[in-house]
């Protein structure tokens, strides 16, 4: 098989991201909420070290969705049909995005909360 180029592999990846989310309604749900985060936190002038957990808060959710989405492809390609392993490959996928998801929400507590209060009282 030929040896795929630089820019083969780049082209494959992004085709990955283009589809996956034009697809996939919770990826466009979580973009949108990581989008809201960003603009949170130009407008609260956040610290340095609070973007760096806003951003691996973000690249947690979006990552996992992204697997949890190839996990559905491949499972729906192996075992169309009911099958025990199939729903624990697809459960635990999910399970991975909401855990991701639930600490995403709980590092923008802690990054927002306080400017929220000073901003509003
Ligand atoms: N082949 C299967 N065998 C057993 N259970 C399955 C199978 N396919 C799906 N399920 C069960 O149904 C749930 C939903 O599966 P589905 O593929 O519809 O995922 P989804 O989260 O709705 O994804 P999407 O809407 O993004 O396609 C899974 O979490 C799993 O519990």
Do not use: Y
Request: proline share 2%; glycine share 4%.
């Amino acid at each position: 098989m030929k040896k795929r180029s630089w820019g083969d592999v780049f082209r494959n990846a992004v085709e990955g991201l283009i589809e996956s989310f034009l697809t996939q309604r919770n990826l466009r749900v979580h973009a949108a909420c990581a989008l809201l985060a960003v603009v949170a936190g130009l407008f609260f002038h956040i610290s340095q070290v609070d973007w760096m957990f806003i951003c691996v808060a973000i690249a947690g959710v979006m990552v996992t969705e992204l697997l949890n989405t190839a996990v559905e492809r491949v499972v729906d390609l192996a075992s169309p049909e009911f099958h025990l392993l199939a729903k624990s490959a697809k459960d635990t996928a999910a399970g991975a995005v909401l855990l991701a998801a639930v600490f995403a929400v709980i590092i923008a507590i802690f990054v927002f909360w306080e400017p929220l209060i000073t901003w509003a009282f």
